[in-house]
């Protein structure tokens, strides 16, 4: 089994930074992809942005160029470092993971963008 907690969220004004930290209970160096996922009000989650164990990273067109995601095997970590925020990022944001052919979220992360 393994547990990912997030942490970083808050609140930042429109223009602003944050970044996001995934950090798992396991070691991640054996688990190819790893994902940032959003949730906002009223909507479906949906996938913001992943990395595969070679570093390869693919992100939604609506957070590319402001958004990107990094992992640190050795800290069992994965990133996400938010640039130019919009109130139109508002939302829960959840690491996810497989792991041996299981499916692993977060708790979630509230991320709050005032305009």
């Known amino acids: 089994q393994v547990q990912l907690v997030e942490s970083g969220g808050g609140l930042v004004q429109a223009g602003g930074s944050l970044r996001l930290s995934c950090a798992a209970s396991v070691s991640i160096s054996g688990i190819n992809v790893m994902s940032w996922y959003r949730q906002a009000p009223g909507k479906q989650r949906e996938l913001v942005a992943t990395i595969t164990g070679g570093g390869r990273t693919n992100s939604a067109d609506s957070v590319k160029g402001r958004f990107t995601i990094s992992r640190d095997n050795a800290k069992r970590s994965v990133y996400l470092q938010m640039n130019t925020l919009k109130p139109e990022d508002t939302a829960v944001y959840y690491c996810?993971?497989?792991?041996?052919?299981?499916?692993?979220w977060g708790q979630g992360t509230q991320v709050t963008v005032s305009s």
């Open positions: 996810y993971a497989i792991y041996e052919n299981w499916g692993y």
